[in-house]
């Protein structure tokens, strides 16, 4: 199994920015997939974005072209950029590895004020 650990959240303003990062307890160079998710309160998890162990990378259609999701298989550390936040970007923000099942984070706050 692997353990992983989420930080970069914060408070920022509509239009800001912020990285997000997971760093995981092992290699996750042969992590088939690196995911994101949030949680909006009141609302389901919510994939946001994924990388797979071959840098192919996916996102949710309402991240398109403001986030970024990358990994370094040195730093064993998986990021997400996120640019032009808008408050409905709030939400707590989970990683996850997907290693035989689903290895969570405890996650992180990201508040956007408008």
């Known amino acids: 199994q692997v353990q992983v650990a989420e930080s970069g959240g914060g408070l920022v303003r509509a239009g800001g920015s912020l990285r997000l990062s997971c760093v995981a307890s092992r290699s996750i160079f042969s992590i088939n997939y690196m995911e994101w998710y949030r949680q909006a309160p009141g609302s389901q998890r919510e994939l946001v974005a994924s990388i797979s162990s071959g840098g192919s990378t996916d996102y949710a259609e309402s991240v398109k072209g403001r986030f970024t999701i990358s990994r370094d298989n040195v730093k064993n550390t998986v990021y997400l950029q996120m640019n032009s936040l808008k408050p409905e970007d709030t939400a707590v923000y989970y990683c996850?590895?997907?290693?035989?099942?689903?290895?969570w984070g405890q996650g992180t706050q990201v508040t956007v004020s408008s």
């Open positions: 996850c590895a997907l290693l035989r099942g689903a290895n």
